[in-house]
């Protein structure tokens, strides 16, 4: 999922194709994955408790985020190809509503 992320704010678009290999590499290696699972749990964990004392506006940008991982769920263990720039972001178009709704409930905050 973290390199569909990737691909919502373009950051490999550019990049030659041997870091984008490393970087997919890198993402797939367990320990990377289960410091990502134990980030989310702890971000999930933090909002449970503290949900009664959190602003608004950052309960719609964590429902958004959640929703937009929810979304790319059925589509996380694809692997991606990154030949050209645009060929994978059709996994992302529905999700990509609710993180763009959550990316524009985040810059409310400024």
Not at 15 to 32: A, L
Not at 50 to 71: A, D, P, S, V
Request: proline share 2%; charged share 15%.
């Amino acid at each position: 999922m973290f390199e569909i992320f990737c691909q919502k704010f373009d950051l490999l678009a550019g990049m030659e194709h041997e870091i984008k290999q490393s970087f997919i590499s890198f993402c797939d290696n367990p320990i990377t994955a289960y410091l990502f699972i134990i980030l989310g749990i702890t971000i999930l964990s933090a909002g449970i408790i503290f949900y009664k004392r959190i602003n608004q506006k950052i309960k719609t940008t964590g429902l958004h985020g959640c929703y937009f991982l929810w979304q790319l769920a059925p589509v996380a263990n694809l692997y991606l190809v990154w030949l050209l720039h645009g060929e994978n972001d059709r996994y992302g178009y529905f999700a990509s509503l609710f993180f763009y709704m959550g990316l524009v409930a985040f810059f409310q905050f400024f």
